[in-house]
């Protein structure tokens, strides 16, 4: 769960993780890729370390369901996407 208007700083995983906004509006953009909109129900796949960040862009929180597939940990990525 994230505040509405608050802002992922660029990171990445050593796991990839799936994606589902539950509510909410979010956008998320990956290193070398063009940002994406998520709406509820919305499903995104984010390769394991790969660069990116993230925002919550709706007034509401956003719920989001992630999964990885080894423990969660973030890396803070320092430069462009």
Same mark, same amino acid.
């Given at each position: 769960?994230?505040? +509405?208007? *608050?802002?992922?700083? %660029?990171?990445?995983?050593?796991? #990839?993780?799936?994606?589902?906004?539950?509510?909410?509006?979010?956008?998320?953009?990956?290193?070398?890729?063009?940002?994406?909109?998520?709406?509820? +129900?919305? *499903?995104?796949?984010? %390769?394991?370390?790969?660069?990116? #960040?993230?925002?919550?862009?709706?007034?509401?929180?956003?719920?989001?369901?992630?999964?990885?597939?080894?423990?969660?940990?973030?890396?803070?990525?320092?430069?462009?996407?």
């Amino acid at each position: 769960r994230m505040p +509405g208007g *608050y802002e992922i700083p %660029p990171h990445w995983h050593t796991s #990839s993780e799936r994606m589902i906004l539950v509510s909410g509006e979010f956008k998320v953009r990956y290193k070398g890729q063009e940002e994406v909109t998520l709406n509820a +129900g919305d *499903y995104a796949y984010g %390769p394991a370390k790969l660069p990116h #960040s993230a925002a919550c862009v709706s007034d509401e929180q956003c719920i989001l369901f992630i999964a990885f597939q080894s423990a969660v940990d973030a890396h803070p990525h320092e430069g462009s996407l």
